[in-house]
């Protein structure tokens, strides 16, 4: 019975692979990867791979003329009659001659410039061939290292899936989709459904290749690349960053002229391609692309080159020239990590009149088909459009043949044994006990890790001890903990505690249940940290910090509620206790300088900042991220911003049950922020943020609205948006109503690229004002100036600004530095 089933499998296989395979070289016999290969007269067919073997399905037999077309090389017509199946055919591409016309030559015009100009004034009409469209997409992407390191700051990095060599080299990430994707121009829109997804060594198959995040379309000003707006050379403005030549004329396959243009760019560092666009004569149309930009240019110093080529083919349906291959190839390294690797994608099956309605698209860009991630080889095999190499076959069944030992209690055990064994570091790092099989672990935090300074606790350190568990595939999970905190000052052990409950990756409904004794800001958003404080207070003799005790108990809960709305809220009860300095080290003294108080009101008042008393506290929140647009994964749903609208958060906060009915406050609060592409001239993005006590009142200060300020010469946080330049902690909180607005202009490299010499830093200016507006003062503001992406090779971590404040009719300067990590 199983020879039978057997037999037929093999005889059904056999009919369904029916194919022309072969390979594809030059003519010195070198292999030709990504050429295009089709049937005459269509556009759809299929693609060599990095060995340049192919793999046509053709499922008739007789008389066919097979297409091979790639960028460079002469295309070939290679006409043949199939008696039967596999058909074996090998071919061999000789280099396109490119030639220069002699009147073309002698022209006073650049040449180059005018069919340029023609690409430019024909995009709309070229473009609107293929206005709409649905498409089957296929995308496979590679990772490859080189000499890996065993150990990273002290880490074992380990085997990476189980596909390096001795010498630590070979493929560390290969996964393939098979998608259906829909394109609509106006209004623009693009969605992807993936039907097949196949990750090597991997359980859940989930690939990341994502069809619209490699769309890159030429015919637009300006598209995105690693975060990167990178300028088309057939943007409007393109002369202001390309000179042009033309390096010869050919013609393709039906005898249509097509030009060779080099790409020039006036400037090294601006976001812009070396390399060659094709343009086809007449129509003005995109032929292919074959460009390169560098890390530096995408503002990612640790990429070394990024190379994409573009294949287009004439449809005749529409008579349109339409993209069918693309490959990106990378290079890329840093702290000893050599990576290179390929994303190659191709498009078939075009379909130029899909009678598209008004539900054709909606707010999910991606979705997964049932067991997408599941099918099996034989299915692969039948499917896909492009050839494995031999290296890529290897890799998977290698994996493959190891994912489920890898799986194993045996397995997981034995790597676990391994890993949770104590060392020396873990002192310094913390140390933590895993259970991969079963999912969960559990996690030591070091007191070293947690050691800092403040004039209250003095020296002070914490140990936490944490348990995590991970109960399915698709975001279901838990925890809980312990930390305790004591200070060898006040001799005071403050224990806190903490349990979460997570449901699913999809709404992601959280509970979060805490309590215990703690310190807490003043300022609950914590505008210094713990780290900068120490350092301002032992080095400087500046305790910035101002804090207070509370005992504590607290539950939370958030959701999306649907598409674009998030909720929170909370409830806690406090017992708030007034705290006082009990140290006074100081690394190096200054005769002019000494610790203020912990009162935050009055620095030089040493008695109790406020009275003790106990608080209950009620929040509830809405965060609506307009025209949010999302991924659905099998795991998962994952949003996606849309930079055309803002986001919006309105949140409401009591307190009540002070005894004291003066103590007791109502507050209404809302944040709007946005971060806006302005294409090739940069980034802005912005903050503003406001709020109205209900009733002003004489509530303790701990309630008050606080701002984050800042007295250090370094940025405490990351985001700008988040705080002032040199804004005193607390000068300016307020009881009433207030208004912050934040603003910041990324030039990103778009003028200081145009000035001589400065160009070849690469640096990008920055420009920021900030501005807060409470009742009963005069407006504060600040306005700044600054130096991005500051360093040198891949190392560019450093931003300084020069930030000028007024208020009350005062100035102040000063030089703030920032760290990117």
Not at 337 to 354: E, H, I, K, L, Q
Not at 432 to 460: A, C, H, M
Not at 724 to 742: A, I, R, V, W
Request: proline share 3%.
């Amino acid at each position: 019975m199983k020879k039978t089933i057997t037999l037929l499998c093999f005889v059904f296989t056999t009919i369904n692979f029916a194919q022309v395979k072969g390979k594809v070289t030059t003519n010195n016999n070198k292999p030709l990867s990504f050429v295009s290969i089709y049937l005459e007269n269509s556009i759809t067919g299929t693609t060599t791979n990095d060995n340049g073997d192919y793999e046509l399905a053709i499922t008739k037999k007789g008389e066919h003329t097979i297409v091979y077309q790639i960028l460079g090389f002469k295309t070939v017509k290679k006409k043949v009659d199939i008696s039967s199946f596999p058909f074996i055919l090998n071919v061999s591409l000789s280099e396109e001659q490119v030639a220069l016309d002699e009147v073309l030559i002698s022209s006073k015009e650049n040449p180059a410039n005018a069919i340029i100009r023609n690409a430019i004034a024909n995009k709309a009409k070229n473009t609107d061939k293929f206005a709409q469209y649905k498409a089957d997409f296929y995308s496979r992407g590679l990772f490859k290292v080189k000499n890996l390191p065993k150990k990273f700051l002290g880490q074992e990095i380990g085997d990476m899936g189980g596909g390096l060599d001795s010498t630590r080299t070979g493929i560390v990430y290969l996964s393939e989709t098979i998608s259906k994707i829909s394109f609509q121009k106006k209004p623009k829109n693009f969605k992807e459904h993936i039907i097949a997804s196949k990750v090597s060594g991997s359980d859940n198959g989930i690939s990341f290749n994502q069809a619209e995040e490699v769309d890159f379309n030429f015919y637009e000003n300006s598209f995105n690349l690693a975060e990167s707006q990178m300028i088309s050379p057939i943007s409007n403005g393109a002369f202001s960053y390309y000179n042009y030549k033309l390096t010869g004329t050919f013609y393709d396959k039906n005898a249509r002229l097509i030009n060779k243009i080099q790409l020039l760019p006036k400037r090294k560092n601006d976001r812009v391609f070396s390399g060659f666009i094709y343009i086809v004569e007449d129509d003005w149309a995109i032929y292919g692309a074959d460009v390169i930009v560098t890390g530096n240019q995408v503002s990612m110093p640790m990429i070394d080159t990024l190379h994409i080529k573009q294949n287009y083919n004439f449809s005749p349906k529409n008579k349109a020239w339409v993209p069918v291959t693309q490959t990106i190839d990378f290079k890329a390294g840093m702290f000893g990590f050599n990576f290179n690797g390929r994303f190659s994608a191709a498009y078939s099956n075009y379909n130029f009149s899909p009678n598209y309605t008004e539900k054709s698209f909606g707010s999910e860009i991606l979705s997964f088909a049932e067991n997408a991630t599941e099918k099996d080889s034989v299915y692969w095999n039948k499917i896909r459009p492009v050839a494995l190499t031999k290296e890529e076959v290897s890799d998977y069944k290698l994996k493959d043949s190891i994912k489920t030992v890898r799986k194993s209690k045996k397995y997981l055990d034995s790597i676990d044994s391994k890993k949770n064994k104590f060392r020396i570091m873990d002192i310094v790092s913390g140390y933590s006990y895993r259970d991969s099989y079963n999912k969960w672990s559990i996690n030591l935090s070091s007191p070293i890790e947690d050691l800092s300074f403040n004039t209250v606790q003095g020296w002070n350190t914490s140990v936490g001890l944490s348990y995590y568990k991970t109960l399915n595939k698709k975001g279901k999970n838990f925890g809980f903990g312990t930390n305790v905190n004591y200070g060898f000052s006040d001799k005071e052990i403050r224990p806190t505690g903490y349990f979460y409950y997570k449901w699913n990756n999809t709404t992601r409904p959280i509970l979060n249940i805490s309590g215990g004794v703690t310190t807490a800001q003043f300022n609950a958003k914590q505008p210094i940290s713990k780290f900068w404080n120490t350092i301002s207070s032992v080095l400087f003799e500046r305790n910035y910090m101002k804090i207070y005790e509370k005992a504590f108990a607290k539950v939370s809960f958030s959701q999306e509620v649907t598409n674009g709305l998030h909720m929170s809220s909370s409830l806690e009860f406090a017992d708030r206790k007034p705290l006082f300095n009990t140290a006074d080290y100081v690394m190096f003294p200054k005769k002019d300088v000494s610790y203020t108080s912990n009162n935050p009101q009055e620095p030089n008042n040493f008695t109790s900042s406020f009275t003790p008393h106990k608080m209950w506290s009620f929040t509830v929140g809405a965060n609506i991220n307009f025209g949010q647009k999302y991924l659905s994964y099998p795991n998962g749903k994952y949003n996606v911003g849309n930079k055309k609208y803002p986001s919006l958060f309105i949140g409401y906060k009591k307190n009540f049950g002070s005894g004291n009915s003066e103590w007791n406050s109502d507050v209404v609060y809302s944040q709007l922020n946005q971060r806006i592409s302005l294409s090739n001239w940069g980034e802005f993005k912005y903050k503003a943020k406001g709020g109205v006590f209900l009733k002003k009142k004489d509530i303790p200060f701990i309630d008050y609205a606080h701002f984050n300020g800042n007295r250090l010469l370094v940025a405490p946080k990351d985001n700008y948006l988040d705080n002032f330049y040199m804004l005193p902690y607390y000068q300016l909180s307020t009881n009433d109503k207030y208004g912050e607005l934040h603003g910041e202009y990324n030039f990103k490299g778009a003028l200081l690229s145009k000035i001589p010499l400065l160009n070849k830093l690469n640096f990008h200016l920055v420009t920021g004002a900030k501005g807060l507006f409470t009742v009963g003062n005069k407006p504060y503001t600040e306005f700044a100036v600054g130096l991005d992406n500051i360093g040198f090779g891949k190392w560019r971590f450093l931003r300084v600004d020069f930030a000028r404040s007024n208020f009350n009719g005062r100035n102040e300067n000063r030089v703030v530095f920032g760290i990117k990590l």
